[in-house]
């Protein structure tokens, strides 16, 4: 029986992707998917991914966007680069098209809350983005928390440098953590089951030349896998990672992985905010990701690509 899924990003390239990753996965059921000011303009990404699911004909799931702020924004330069997804040439096409969903996005906590109250299943809750969502969710529906079977997050970096380089930050913290570190700190407490895909893990994970020339090759005859190509062509010349792909996969696939419990706990103050660490006491228990078969997901992604 397939998963069923919400997915909470923030809207770049590597989010909207993974959101069409488990949208054409067999193994999940996508019930929502919900767009957060992080590393976008949530208005530009949403109309993008409407776009996305209109182009590839895609059904059931609901896409929302939250206009909250978060914490500490990311960066203005990559924020922008969602005004550039919302306008993609390969779009052009789509003007004598039905679009996925006509109506006004509804309130993102209402998406939420009503996927969980009205589901007969516990959900998944897949964030790749701040938490700030999730956070605010629980905030005021805590007794929703038993609808949730887990959470997986794309955060935190254990054994390894962090990624957010400003004169606030010593350089610890990994971005979707310290965007909003009360937000995940509270998330943390909540005491829902969580799997963590740490920078520890992505940072083995370039997104290499031999694998966009795979996924060249069938984007001649899958719309899909041209969607695909098109996106991780605007991040070319970057050092990219399959940050929140990888975190998909250990949704659909979890088997590609291998998972240690470790006690972590988050800074939510000073130079060292959103840093994530393992502690002894306090904090709480996470299965984080130690390991994935690489070339195992790299495949899995392909085919998954390959099905529309």
């Not at 939420?112 to 905030?139: A, M, W, Y």
């Not at 078969?293 to 099905?307: P, R």
């Amino acid at each position: 029986m397939p998963k069923l899924v919400i997915h909470d990003n923030d809207g770049h390239v590597d989010d909207l992707l993974s959101s069409l990753l488990l949208w054409l996965s067999s193994n999940i059921d996508l019930q929502a998917i919900i767009i957060t000011n992080g590393d976008c303009y949530a208005d530009q990404s949403f109309a993008a991914l409407i776009k996305m699911a209109t182009y590839l004909d895609l059904e059931g799931a609901e896409i929302a966007y939250s206009e909250d702020p978060v914490a500490n924004p990311f960066p203005d330069n990559w924020r922008k680069e969602s005004y550039i997804l919302n306008e993609l040439p390969l779009f052009a096409e789509l003007s004598l098209k039905k679009p996925y969903q006509q109506a006004r996005s509804r309130k993102a906590e209402q998406v939420l809350v009503d996927c969980l109250t009205h589901s007969r299943q516990p959900l998944t809750i897949v964030s790749t983005g701040p938490l700030t969502n999730i956070n605010k969710l629980f905030e005021y529906n805590r007794h929703l928390k038993s609808k949730v079977e887990q959470l997986v997050i794309m955060g935190g970096a254990l054994h390894c440098s962090g990624n957010v380089e400003n004169k606030e930050s010593n350089g610890s913290a990994e971005w979707n953590i310290y965007a909003d570190s009360k937000a995940a700190k509270a998330v943390l407490d909540l005491g829902i089951p969580i799997k963590m895909i740490p920078l520890d893990i992505t940072n083995e994970l370039p997104v290499t030349k031999n694998f966009l020339e795979r996924l060249e090759i069938q984007s001649e005859t899958c719309r899909a896998s041209r969607l695909a190509l098109t996106l991780w062509s605007l991040v070319k010349g970057f050092d990219y990672y399959f940050w929140d792909t990888v975190t998909a996969a250990a949704v659909i696939s979890p088997d590609l992985f291998s998972f240690k419990d470790i006690r972590i706990d988050i800074s939510t103050h000073g130079p060292s905010q959103g840093k994530t660490s393992s502690v002894i006491f306090g904090g709480r228990k996470v299965k984080v990701a130690t390991s994935v078969n690489k070339s195992a997901f790299e495949d899995l992604v392909l085919t998954i690509l390959q099905g529309r």
